[in-house]
């Protein structure tokens, strides 16, 4: 592998000219409008007077009050693990449809691969039946089927000159199915190798950059109940009325935004659960 610490330290790869630019635009707009931000707060409990929440308790024991309340978190998982809700114990939360988990390779590389655009999909032959095992299996698969993103060639800013910034996005098991991901760098190798086959290119030799994320690292950075990269899934019992609610069932100064909420996953829908959330206190309580 080359050494390219510079970039990896300057966080190139990651942050210039990439995604995360619509982040830092956003939170800059929220600062001028008096948001405050306080990160690395896991909200892990709550206290209670009558119908409302009274406080917020974070993982250092410190108390967040306020009038209003809108969790973030996963709507399923925060009822079951920080509400200590029955009806939404593991035993339940596991019983419920969940999408894909994710593993994923960011991976820095010197030159051009030519045959790679923006989206790619490397798929097999045997497309129902991977499918409909892939999910439940206890195995990283053996010959895994996964997408590419390419970002830098829509957008050359988000690479170094000379340079690509590929993501590489594999569905595998969640943690109900396949808990030991030790294997992860294994893996990571068995795409590398098939993709630098299938593109005739050596992506290993010029890899200047390598970041590999498994499901559990999804969970521990997102809180994405057992690694699910999308929260619930979309099936009929599961949206709509179905659905866990934006507002809770119990509190009536608490509120739920995000993908497991109504009316579902995806950046799009996420957007759209927002605007529904403050349209709703709004209507309720006259403020926002
Ligand atoms: C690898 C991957 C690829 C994806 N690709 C696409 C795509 O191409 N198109 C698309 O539309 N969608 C995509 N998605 C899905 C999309 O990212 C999600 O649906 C969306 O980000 C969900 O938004 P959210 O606000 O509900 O949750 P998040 O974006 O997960 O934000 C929730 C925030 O709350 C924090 N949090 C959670 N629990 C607590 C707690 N107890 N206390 C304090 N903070 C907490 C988390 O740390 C996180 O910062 C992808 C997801 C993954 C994982």
Redesign the pocket.
Known sequence: MLNYTELEHDGYWNVKGGMYKITETIVDILKKRGVRFHFN????GVETVGENISAFIDQNDRKWTSELYIS???AAS?RGI?MGRKSHTAQKLDAMKWTLA?F?IYLGVKGKPDNLIHHNYFLGSNFKEYADTIFTSTQSPEKPYYYVNVSSKSNPASAPEGCENLFI?CPVPDLRHKTDWSDAKSLAETIITDLSARIGYDLKANTLTQTILTPID?EK????YRGS???LAHGLSQVGGFRPSNKDEVFSNLYY???STTPG????M?VISSKLVTERIQKEHGTL
């Open positions: 707060t896991e909200i892990v973030n978190s996963d925060f920080v994710p994923t996005l999804w950075q997102f809180n994405l990269g999308l929260g935004v995000g993908a996953t995806g950046l799009p996420v």
